[in-house]
């Protein structure tokens, strides 16, 4: 922004002037038939919201692109300065709605006529409203329907355009020069060359056509005319007479309207190429006022031959160059706007001197910090003054010189700090809460903005702060940005809490104070590296006070969270504390130049440490600090797991028993994987913890071989002693025999269980003797059986495996068998004389039946007939039949008498 060291009448103060409110309207109907919207319009607030301005800016919109076309004609010399006109002139915006629909916005726009307004081609009706005493001068259009989104705008006009007299009674805007005209806008002068919504938070992209003379006559003669603005020129044609020409001006990147620049006169251009450190190329347009010397001209002429250089040492602070060419302009104008200004691309300068001096740095330093990224509101105008200010005195002492010098930076913004009473009035106006525009350009802007750079340098120290000075650059070129989002982009970059930093220099209306800077450092007398389980680490705490005021409160803390988790803190000295696994030095009050006693502590590593870090980190806490040496890394190797004693195996070594490895008194944690091995040799696929050995194995020694793993540790591995496996014991079940145990029956036997695939033999036994023959699963019963009790022995056997033997449980005695149930009948009549036969139908083979024939109750016959004497007459014959075999038991049958015995027929 404006460069206050090259002339004295820019804080001359202008008499308050009583302006009245002006209201002027124009403009066509509004048409009717408007279409619909999802909310009502409004009107668009005529304010930007700004303290400093309150009554200049407008919202509801947002500007994307202005084309201004100017024809502007000499009308003759007064008093020694060229008078202008604008015979014709129209401004083109092409905006955007940013929230509801608009029925009425608004644009500044000081002095000049209005002939027409159109939005979106149709005519739109409009009023003005001028206060000067408010600074309020507006151009309310009314559109012929509301905008919502994006529409255009173009504003036609015409007059003589007039300057703007600033509260601190400077001029900017419209002034005439002695040739021709120079246009400047800040802080809000733009608004008198042509409508725009006149606040830097409202960037835009630009095109200016100028048409102009192609020469001028004024007090000093007649010359050749230029018109130089932003951006790049894009074309100069001549009208078809010759005597006019229209400069065309293409600036394609976002611009605040205080940064447009029109400056027409008697113009010496050079045209050229400037080469950056990058490689990049961009062109240059210099523009020299024609009445300078002979001499100054070499002396302009040099100095912007300089410009790739000074361009290519600010990218290396600031990031690339963001303009898309430069230049720089020198005229002569009258003392009201004796000062420099850094209108983008190319700055304007008043004079010689000051394009020789450190303004030009100055100037080309906001091309970033102001121009790229500009403010949002006029009261952070400090963060681009500021750091205009700054990076000269960083460009003179650290950018140019063969040495750099860093250190007589900092001298040089602390001494103006020093020197600087408490008491001065220069203190009282907070940078970033200012709200008088007639003091928008004191002390609280460039030189306590200076300041803040360099106390914020010291505060974050040199990588924080030079990351957060391109990172504002990188991170929001093209846009307009607050002393807030400067502040969360420090803390962000810094890690550290600027809040009561912020509000001492930014937003209190006293002294700040310069903030201390100190090195903190933290050392082991053993080399970072390998420690031994129960090794003692010690530590030693120093700070030095490397700034300029005394360390005052100061602490440093050390996170021993990774340290202590395997190590044990020794005895604390006083001024050392522990707050879980936070430690804490108080830093001793400590002078400049100097410094604080060290604090040591030790540690003593547990003896059961293994494959750990005990990395411990030291922070300076608070502004102002660095620490370059604040870690120490040491670590324990990897030890073996210990107790490791030797695993046994319990169980019965036989083939087909369950063996298993028992690991006791191995440390808690720690997980077992394993290897049985028979006759020394690992047996494939035996890794588990039990192990049950195979025919193969009979004979041989079996071990296991435990190894134990553990979380940071190494693992080993344990062999148990030898066991030799012996034959296996069968597993069986009591045979059972089922059948009933009667003579003849067949008694079947069923042997039970039997593990590890035994081959069964069978044996019957008799009261326990066996049974000669008696070899299979079943047995029938025999006469040699009867009475006693059988029983089944079952041997199994197997190879690894003893025989076993088992027997079932006795069966009941032996019993004979029982015959079949039969009758007896007697065939034949009973008569005498005659013979009665015994009939024993169904009677079963083997039998032996024996008979008894009765004659009444007289046994009269032993067989199987009888014949009927004399003697049998009137009583009933009956037989009775005894039936045996051998093994069953005896029966008995009789028959049913027969009818009386009748006489012997004659």
């Given at each position: 922004m404006r460069d206050?060291?090259?002339?004295?009448?820019?804080?001359?103060?202008?008499?308050?002037?009583?302006?009245?409110?002006?209201?002027?309207?124009?403009?066509?109907?509004?048409?009717?038939?408007?279409?619909?919207?999802?909310?009502d319009p409004v009107d668009g607030a005529q304010t930007a919201g700004d303290p400093m301005f309150p009554h200049v800016g407008n919202g509801g919109?947002?500007?994307?692109?202005?084309?201004?076309?100017?024809?502007?004609?000499?009308?003759?010399?007064?008093?020694?300065?060229?008078?202008?006109?604008?015979?014709?002139?129209?401004?083109?915006?092409?905006?955007?709605?940013?929230?509801?629909?608009?029925?009425?916005?608004?644009?500044?726009?000081?002095?000049?006529?209005?002939?027409?307004?159109?939005?979106?081609?149709?005519?739109?009706?409009?009023?003005?409203?001028?206060?000067?005493?408010?600074?309020?001068?507006?151009?309310?259009?009314?559109?012929?329907?509301?905008?919502?989104?994006?529409?255009?705008?173009?504003?036609?006009?015409?007059g003589a355009p007039q300057h703007h007299v600033d509260a601190d009674g400077s001029w900017e805007g419209w002034t005439a020069t002695v040739d021709g005209a120079t246009f400047m806008g800040q802080p809000i002068g733009s608004m008198t060359g042509y409508p725009n919504n006149n606040t830097p938070g409202d960037k835009a992209t630009y095109s200016f056509d100028l048409d102009v003379p192609t020469s001028i006559t004024s007090a000093t003669g007649t010359g050749p005319a230029a018109a130089v603005s932003n951006g790049e020129l894009a074309s100069r044609v001549p009208s078809a007479d010759g005597t006019r020409a229209t400069w065309r001006w293409v600036q394609g990147k976002p611009m605040a309207s205080e940064l447009a620049l029109i400056s027409i006169g008697k113009y010496d251009v050079i045209e050229s190429q400037v080469t950056?450190?990058?490689?990049r190329t961009i062109p240059e347009w210099t523009f020299i006022d024609s009445a300078l010397s002979a001499a100054n001209k070499t002396t302009?002429?040099?100095?912007?031959?300089?410009?790739?250089?000074?361009?290519?040492?600010?990218?290396?602070?600031?990031?690339?160059?963001?303009?898309?060419?430069?230049?720089?302009?020198?005229?002569?104008?009258?003392?009201?706007?004796?000062?420099?200004?850094?209108?983008?691309?190319r700055s304007f300068f008043p004079s010689t001197s000051s394009v020789n001096g450190n303004t030009l740095i100055h100037e080309l330093a906001h091309q970033w910090y102001g121009d790229n990224v500009s403010p949002e509101l006029w009261t952070d105008i400090w963060i681009n003054e500021g750091m205009a200010t700054w990076g000269p005195a960083w460009h003179t002492q650290v950018l140019a010189p063969a040495t750099p010098n860093p250190a007589a930076v900092e001298t040089t913004y602390f001494n103006s700090w020093n020197n600087t009473a408490a008491a001065s009035a220069s203190w009282t106006t907070p940078p970033g809460a200012q709200t008088d525009p007639a003091n928008l350009y004191g002390y609280q802007t460039y030189t306590r903005g200076a300041q803040f750079w360099e106390a914020l340098r010291t505060a974050i120290r040199d990588d924080a702060f030079f990351e957060v000075v391109k990172a504002w650059q990188t991170r929001h070129g093209g846009e307009s940005r607050s002393g807030d989002d400067l502040k969360a982009l420090a803390e962000e970059i810094s890690g550290r809490d600027l809040d009561a930093f912020w509000q001492d220099w930014i937003l209190d209306g006293d002294k700040p104070a310069w903030p201390a800077k100190w090195n903190a450092g933290m050392s082991s007398t053993t080399t970072d590296g390998v420690v031994a389980p129960g090794a003692?680490?010690?530590?030693?705490?120093?700070?030095?006070?490397?700034?300029?005021?005394?360390?005052?409160?100061?602490?440093?803390?050390?996170?021993?969270?990774?340290?202590?988790?395997?190590?044990?803190?020794?005895?604390?000295?006083?001024?050392?504390?522990?707050?879980?696994?936070?430690?804490?030095?108080?830093?001793?009050?400590?002078?400049?130049?100097?410094?604080?006693?060290?604090?040591?502590?030790?540690?003593?590593?547990?003896?059961?440490?293994?494959?750990?870090?005990?990395?411990?980190?030291?922070?300076?806490?608070?502004?102002?600090?660095?620490?370059?040496?604040?870690?120490?890394?040491?670590?324990?190797?990897?030890?073996?797991?210990?107790?490791?004693?030797?695993?046994?195996?319990?169980?019965?070594?036989?083939?087909?028993?369950?063996?298993?490895?028992?690991?006791?008194?191995?440390?808690?944690?720690?997980?077992?994987?394993?290897?049985?091995?028979?006759?020394?040799?690992p047996v494939a696929g035996a890794v588990g913890a039990t192990y049950v050995p195979e025919v193969v194995d009979l004979g041989k020694e079996v071990t296991v071989s435990v190894t134990g793993a553990r979380t940071d540790y190494s693992s080993v591995t344990r062999t148990s002693a030898p066991a030799r496996v012996g034959e296996g014991t069968l597993t069986a079940s009591i045979p059972a025999v089922s059948g009933p145990a009667v003579f003849g029956?067949?008694?079947?036997?069923?042997?039970?269980?039997?593990?590890?695939?035994?081959?069964?033999?069978?044996?019957?036994?008799?009261?326990?003797?066996?049974?000669?023959?008696?070899?299979?699963?079943?047995?029938?019963?025999?006469?040699?059986?009867?009475?006693?009790?059988?029983?089944?022995?079952?041997?199994g056997t197997s190879p690894g495996y003893a025989s076993m033997t088992v027997t079932s449980t006795a069966t009941e005695p032996v019993v004979r068998a029982t015959l079949a149930r039969s009758r007896v009948v007697i065939a034949g009549k009973a008569r005498v004389g005659r013979t009665l036969k015994a009939r024993t139908p169904g009677l079963e083979g083997g039998v032996t039946v024996d008979y008894t024939w009765y004659a009444g109750t007289k046994k009269i016959g032993r067989k199987a007939t009888a014949k009927l004497g004399r003697g049998t007459v009137g009583t009933k014959v009956t037989v009775e039949v005894t039936i045996t075999k051998d093994g069953y038991v005896t029966r008995s049958a009789t028959s049913r008498p027969t009818t009386k015995v009748k006489k012997q027929k004659k």
């Open positions: 206050l060291k090259d002339g004295p009448t820019w804080w001359r103060k202008a008499a308050s002037r009583a302006v009245p409110l002006v209201l002027v309207a124009g403009g066509a109907a509004v048409m009717s038939g408007a279409p619909t919207y999802a909310a919109y947002d500007a994307l692109h202005y084309d201004v076309d100017i024809a502007w004609d000499a009308t003759g010399v007064v008093s020694g300065y060229m008078t202008g006109a604008f015979s014709s002139a129209s401004t083109t915006m092409r905006a955007k709605t940013t929230g509801l629909p608009l029925r009425t916005f608004s644009l500044d726009l000081e002095g000049l006529t209005v002939d027409s307004v159109s939005v979106n081609g149709t005519a739109a009706t409009w009023e003005r409203i001028t206060d000067a005493v408010s600074t309020t001068h507006k151009l309310v259009v009314t559109p012929a329907v509301p905008v919502e989104g994006e529409f255009t705008t173009v504003i036609t006009y015409h950056l450190a990058s490689g302009i002429t040099n100095r912007r031959a300089q410009l790739g250089t000074f361009l290519s040492r600010l990218e290396s602070i600031y990031g690339p160059y963001p303009g898309n060419s430069t230049g720089v302009v020198v005229d002569t104008v009258p003392i009201d706007i004796n000062y420099a200004l850094e209108t983008q691309d003692t680490l010690d530590y030693t705490l120093t700070a030095a006070n490397v700034g300029k005021v005394p360390l005052e409160g100061k602490q440093v803390t050390v996170d021993l969270a990774d340290v202590l988790d395997d190590a044990t803190l020794g005895t604390l000295p006083a001024e050392l504390s522990l707050n879980g696994t936070t430690l804490t030095w108080a830093v001793p009050t400590t002078p400049v130049a100097s410094s604080a006693p060290s604090a040591s502590f030790s540690v003593t590593v547990a003896a059961d440490a293994s494959s750990d870090t005990l990395d411990a980190v030291a922070t300076a806490v608070g502004l102002g600090t660095a620490c370059a040496a604040c870690t120490t890394a040491h670590g324990v190797d990897i030890q073996p797991v210990a107790p490791a004693p030797d695993p046994t195996i319990s169980g019965t070594v036989a083939v087909g028993s369950s063996l298993a490895a028992v690991s006791d008194g191995w440390p808690t944690g720690t997980t077992f994987t394993y290897q049985w091995q028979v006759a020394g040799e029956q067949v008694l079947t036997g069923s042997p039970g269980t039997w593990g590890a695939g035994a081959t069964l033999g069978y044996q019957w036994l008799r009261d326990g003797t066996p049974v000669a023959g008696a070899n299979a699963s079943s047995y029938q019963l025999g006469l040699a059986d009867l009475g006693s009790r059988l029983t089944l022995a079952v041997t």
